[in-house]
């Protein structure tokens, strides 16, 4: 049974900062095609970051240049490194993953065969 199993999330300023982690049980994870998203109450669920089979990554152009994708295959964790966070980043974020190969990052919900419970990004002025 596969599990997505997120952490990091919390209460923060905004301009901090956070790490969300995704570890993953249950699939063979160095080509785990991933992503990240995230919902904003009464808003859809959008992508933020994906990473394909073969490690190349894909930030969405919403967050270039303070969020960070980065997948450790030595402990089975997707990481998202968050900066310079504001007010509007608070939302529920969520990791998921594709069973199968996937030959480019992507970022449509659809594609996406498993999902985690999320955790809560809440940011503050």
């Known amino acids: 049974q596969v599990q997505l199993v997120e952490s990091g999330g919390g209460s923060v300023q905004a301009g901090g900062s956070l790490r969300l982690s995704c570890r993953v049980i249950g699939y063979p994870f160095r080509a785990f095609c991933m992503g990240w998203f995230r919902q904003a109450p009464g808003k859809e669920r959008e992508g933020v970051a994906s990473?394909?089979?073969?490690?190349?990554?894909k930030v969405a152009d919403s967050f270039k240049g303070r969020f960070t994708l980065s997948k450790d295959n030595t402990e089975n964790t997707l990481w998202l490194q968050m900066t310079n966070l504001k007010l509007e980043d608070t939302a529920m974020y969520y990791c998921?993953?594709?069973?199968?190969?996937?030959?480019?990052?992507?970022?449509?919900?659809?594609?996406?065969?498993?999902w985690g419970h999320g955790t809560q990004v809440t940011v503050s002025s």
């Open positions: 990473v394909d089979s073969v490690g190349t990554t």
């Open positions: 998921a993953g594709v069973a199968g190969y996937c030959d480019g990052p992507h970022l449509a919900r659809p594609l996406y065969d498993y």
